[in-house]
Structures are given as structure tokens and as C-alpha cells.
């Protein structure tokens, strides 16, 4: 009989650790995941399948608690998906967010090089690597131009995963993510705060959305279809770097469009842009070229953008109904 595989996730509560969480589960595997000590439990996004998965108490911020984790439950895989992620809040923090999501990332590597080399290793790196673009589409060789405290910290975690793989011989991978939304997306990002401000403003809520650049262009796809990508990763014969994306492009403008279109508004007479929201360097285009990943994965997407805004509106509707009592 095969034996049953163990995978450890630090950002379980997150959007895509709970998404990955379903995924390993479903392909039999064994889930560990991390999460840190607060004041208040935050398991929202895994309470479905809090008692299918094991959760350990650590932090990115010490690697003693690493090392102890994985002494205890020696996983085949880690799927590093813990981070300060939100770019804005990197400008206020930049070296919080330094902390956690650049040498955080050297912290979890150490960990594995000295309990178990063999442990496979996931890095969620992000397309604000990408930043000013030099290149359209962006694929695995664009140069990185970071715009933010966060792609700055984004870039020292890619390359200290390909200084471990290649240092210490490590099946170390890193994903190069572009945006991936669903429902479970926090409600600080974009997409979401669309979303929710439709369905607030579409039950009689609210009056107004306030949003800073509609103008900014992100490559948007279901959170649902990427994480599956993180898993082919480490189940290839070789270790290597993937650029995962739709390879379309829209603007924050156009989201907004479609999200108030389907539930019969015009965005026009509700969104008010508020200099509050806008950012000191943003990213103004981002597209990128999942070619690598079609043809050496096999992984395509699965959801369109036009389904992905839907899915969202629909989903805050029926939440906030709830909450309603309507
Ligand atoms: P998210 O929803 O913000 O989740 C982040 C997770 O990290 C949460 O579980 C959070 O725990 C945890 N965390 C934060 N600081 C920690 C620390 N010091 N120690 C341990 N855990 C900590 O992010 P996401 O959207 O799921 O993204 C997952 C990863 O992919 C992140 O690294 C993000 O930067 C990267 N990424 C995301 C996208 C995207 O479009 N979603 C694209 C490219 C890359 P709490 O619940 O306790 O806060
Ligand atoms: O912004 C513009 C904003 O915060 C998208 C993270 O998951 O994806 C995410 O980073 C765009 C930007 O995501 C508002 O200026 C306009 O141009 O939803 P966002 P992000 O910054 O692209 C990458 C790949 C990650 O790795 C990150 O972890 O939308 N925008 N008005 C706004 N953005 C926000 N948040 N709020 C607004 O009111």
C-alpha cells in the first residue's frame, strides 16, 4: 500500500492555504498546518475542515518553532504560503513585512536544511516581483522591478529559495503567482472590497464604494484553480520556478463594471475614487505568460474572470443576506 504523504502549510487561515488545505486532503494526504498565537481564534476560512486537518502552534518569525514542527511531524512537503501580503499595509510596515515575508522565508528554509534536506519545499512568490514591468507578458526569465516594500521582500524570498536549491542541493520551487481571488479573499483587497461594496450597496447597505487607481490592470484568476499548480510543482522529477497566470488582463475599472452589472447597477453612479486609497509606486500592468506550466505541468486555469466576479458578488450577497436575516 502507498504510503499516505504528509504536507505542512504555514498560512492555513489565509485564502490560499485554506484552498490548499482541500486540495491535499482530497488527494489523500495528511495536513499539518501551521498557525500563530492571537488573542482570538481566526479559523473562518478552515472551520469546514478543522477536524480533517492537525494544527501546530508557529510563527514565521521564530525558527525554533520551525525546527519543532518539523522534528514532530517530519511532512514530505511545506507549502510556505505565510505572509504580511497585502501591499499597501507594506508601505506602513515595511519592516514588519520584511520580517515575515522575506526572512521568514530563510527561516523555514534553515529549518528543513537542518531537520530533513529531502523535505520538497513550495515558496509563494507573486507577480509584484514583477512590478514596473520590463517585459509583456512577464514568464519566468523578466527581470524583477519591485514597487513596493512587499515585491521587495517578495524578490529576497524567490532567490533565497533558488540559493537553498541550488546551495544545498533542495527540491525548493517557487511559484510565481499572479492575483488569485475567490470569496474567501480578505476584504482589504480589490476584488473583494468590490464585491462586498456591491452587495452592501445592492441590499440598501450602503450608498458609495471608495477605490483609489481604476486604471491599475491585473492578471485575475480563481484562487481555487492555483493552488493546484503548487502541488504539481513539487510532484515534477525537478525542482524549477513557474510563472501561474491566465494570460489576460483587466482593469480595476472593468471589475467594477461587471460586478455592478450583475446585479443590474452601473459602477458609475456608485464608485468615488478617494486619493486614501491610491498608492506611492503602484503597478500599473500586470499579464503574464504561463507557458512553462501549460507544457511542463500540465496546469491550465479552469475559472474565467467573467465567472470569477460572479462567483463573488453572488457568494457576499448570500453572506450578508444571511447576516441579514433577509
Ligand atoms: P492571506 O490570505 O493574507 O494569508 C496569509 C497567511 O499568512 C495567513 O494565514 C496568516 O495568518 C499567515 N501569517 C502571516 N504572518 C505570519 C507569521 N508571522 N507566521 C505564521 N503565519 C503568518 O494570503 P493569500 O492570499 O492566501 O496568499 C498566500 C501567499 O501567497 C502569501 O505569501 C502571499 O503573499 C502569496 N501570494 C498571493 C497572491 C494572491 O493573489 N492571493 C499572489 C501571489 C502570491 P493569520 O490568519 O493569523 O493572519
Ligand atoms: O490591488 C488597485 C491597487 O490590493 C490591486 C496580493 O495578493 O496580488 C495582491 O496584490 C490593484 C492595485 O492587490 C483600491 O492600487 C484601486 O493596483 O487587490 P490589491 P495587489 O496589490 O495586486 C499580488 C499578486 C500579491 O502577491 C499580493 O499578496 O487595485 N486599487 N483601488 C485598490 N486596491 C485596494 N486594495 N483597495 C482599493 O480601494
Request: proline share 3%.
Amino acid at each position: 500500500m502507498a504510503k499516505i504523504k504528509r504536507a505542512l502549510i504555514t498560512g492555513i487561515t489565509g485564502q490560499d492555504g485554506s484552498y490548499l488545505a482541500e486540495f491535499l486532503l482530497d488527494m489523500g494526504y495528511e495536513v499539518i498546518g501551521m498557525i500563530r498565537r492571537s488573542s482570538t481564534v481566526n479559523f473562518e476560512r478552515i472551520k469546514h475542515i478543522q477536524d480533517k486537518v492537525t494544527l501546530v502552534s508557529g510563527d514565521l518569525f521564530d525558527e525554533v518553532s520551525l525546527i519543532h514542527i518539523l522534528r514532530e511531524y517530519r511532512p514530505n512537503e511545506v507549502y510556505n504560503l505565510a505572509a504580511q501580503s497585502f501591499v499597501q499595509t507594506s508601505w506602513s510596515q515595511p519592516v514588519f513585512t520584511g520580517e515575515v515575508t522575506a526572512l521568514g522565508v530563510t527561516r523555514i528554509l534553515d529549518a528543513i536544511r537542518i531537520v530533513d534536506p529531502d523535505i520538497r519545499f513550495y515558496q509563494a512568490s507573486s507577480s509584484e516581483m514583477f512590478g514596473k514591468v520590463v517585459e509583456v507578458p512577464q514568464k519566468e526569465t523578466t527581470p524583477f522591478y519591485p514597487r513596493s516594500p512587499y515585491g521587495v521582500a517578495k524578490v529576497y524570498g524567490h532567490w533565497i529559495t533558488v540559493n537553498y536549491r541550488e546551495s544545498y542541493d533542495m527540491f525548493a520551487c517557487s511559484g510565481i503567482l499572479f492575483n488569485h481571488e475567490s470569496e474567501r479573499r480578505g476584504l482589504e483587497f480589490v476584488t473583494r472590497k468590490i464585491s462586498h461594496g456591491v452587495a452592501r450597496i445592492k441590499l440598501g447597505l450602503d450608498k458609495e464604494l471608495r477605490l483609489g487607481n481604476l486604471e491599475a490592470q491585473r492578471d485575475w484568476g480563481f484562487a481555487g484553480d492555483y493552488v493546484k499548480a503548487m502541488w504539481m510543482m513539487l510532484n515534477q522529477d525537478q525542482p524549477s520556478d513557474y510563472v501561474i497566470a491566465t494570460g489576460k488582463t483587466h482593469s480595476v475599472r472593468r471589475f467594477c463594471e461587471l460586478a455592478f452589472d450583475h446585479v443590474g447597477l452601473d459602477y458609475r453612479d456608485y464608485v468615488v475614487q478617494d486619493e486614501r486609497f491610491m498608492r506611492p509606486a503602484e503597478v500599473d500592468l500586470l499579464i503574464g505568460d504561463a507557458t512553462k506550466a501549460r507544457t511542463t505541468l500540465g496546469w491550465h486555469p479552469e475559472t474565467s474572470f467573467e465567472e470569477l466576479v460572479a462567483r463573488m458578488v453572488e457568494s457576499d450577497l448570500r453572506l450578508l443576506k444571511q447576516a441579514q436575516h433577509l
